[in-house]
Every structure is written in C-alpha cells, then in structure tokens.
C-alpha cells in the first residue's frame, strides 16, 4: 500500500506525512560570509512567495574532497557562525554536514537538523553521536549500498530513540566515475515509513573524473528531478549558485538558482499527479 512516510519537523516546516514537496538547497561549501548570506535570503525570499517548505543548507567543511588542495570551506567555527546568522537573521532552518564525532555537539548548538554523508552512513558511532542530539538526522545513502539496506542504518538511529529520519538518495557507482540513479530506490526506502529526499545534483556527479575534483553532468538535473518527483519523493536536494561556473566546489553538478523557479513550477507539478495518483491506487485496494 502506498502510505505517507511520518512527519519529520525541521524548523518550521515538515517533510513527509502528504505534506507538500519540500526544498533542501544552498551551496555546496560555503565560500565566504557575504555570497553564503545573499544566496540563503534569495532562496528564502523566493520560497516563502511560492509557499515552499525550504531548508538552507551548507557545509564549514567538505572533509572528503577528491584532491588535497580543493578548496574545502572556512571550518567549523568561522562556519557555523556564519550559519548561525542565517538562522538568526533570515529566518530559515539550516542543515548541515558532519565528518567527526568530535563536531557533533558543536553543529548541534546551531543547526536545526545533521546531515550524514554518504560515504559515512555507515560510521555506527558517527551516526548513534547525531541521532542522540535528538535533531532530525538526514543520512544519504551510501553509493555502495542498496536501497533496503539503509534500514540498518534506520535501527542505529533508532536505538538512540530518534524518529527524526530523512533518507536521501543521491545515486550508486556504475564502474569508473559514473553514478546512476534506480527510481525504484526511493519506493524502497519510502516503505521504510520514513520520507525520502532525492539529490538531484549529487546524482549527476562524476566522482574524481575532473583531473583531482570530480566532474559533473549538471543538464541532467532537471530530467532526474521530475523522475523523483514522479516517483514520489517527499523532498529535493539541490546545490545551488549564483554562477555554478565559478563555485569553488562541484561547480559542475550545480545548478543556477535562476534556473530553480520555472524548475520548481514543473516539479509541484508532477508531484501532485504523482500524490493523486498513490491514494486513487490505495483507495482502489
């Protein structure tokens, strides 16, 4: 039966339990004070006149670049200042990422729900420290794992008594430097009776194929992004620039947020088809 994933507060807003198409989107790093604060009031501005359920997102640091020199963001401390203005200033929930044990209680001080990589979600006590700040968890699926694993995941953060889970899908490598994205995936992790984000531009993602960076195939985004809502997401993650030429990380699987509204109206769309169309099946049954 096609039943709606439980609620999971983040903010203000909510994701899962029928409740509209939600927004997870910012930069990928964040780059500097001034860029991080103007991208996070457009994108707030612009979801609060559309009436969509948003988070800003952003990460002090990208501990897992392809090469030693990328440019991986200002650190924790300068880092969470700057999301703790947004916060405090805008308005929005913020989300970010963590590598270690160690920033746990820290990001928590700040941030309105954790993020776990993907290439960590199977770090058992990275993910008991997060679940047991008693925020809202947003684990991504390992590139390496299949979609009906992730329900072990789902037990490691349960024992610490959250209920708080988001599960996001953001691709499986296929041979060399290459990721695909298995629709039937977000099914699979949605009968987990959590709801599920699709990464839209982490799934166009070339890892390492940029010569020390990973490349990317940004045209790609607005394609998956209609299948996963088609598919019946309850949430979008999208990396989001001014000019995703010039971003200092994954400048190639980011998508402009020019580009995000007539996106967003498409999208809106085919998930209330996509809605409409679970409960005729469930009412049929």
Known sequence: MNREPRAVRIGRMTIGAGNPLALIAGPCVIENRDRCLRLARRLTAWTRHAGIPFVFKASYDKANRTGFASFRGPGIDAGLAILNEIKQRIGCAVLTDVHDISQIDQVAGVADAIQIPAFLCRQ???????ARTGLPVNIKKGQFMAPEDMRHVIAKIESAGNHNVLLTERGSCFGYHNLVVDMRGLKTMRETGYPVVFDATHSVQRPAAGHGCSAGDAGYIPTLARAAAGAGCDA??????????????????????RRMAPLWRQLTAIDGIARHG???QENDA
């Open 278 to 280: 679970a409960a005729g």
């Open 236 to 257: 979008m993650f999208m990396e989001v620039a001014f000019d995703p030429r010039k971003a200092l990380c994954d400048s190639a699987n980011s998508i402009a947020i």
């Open 124 to 130: 058992t006590d990275l993910v008991i420290a997060a």
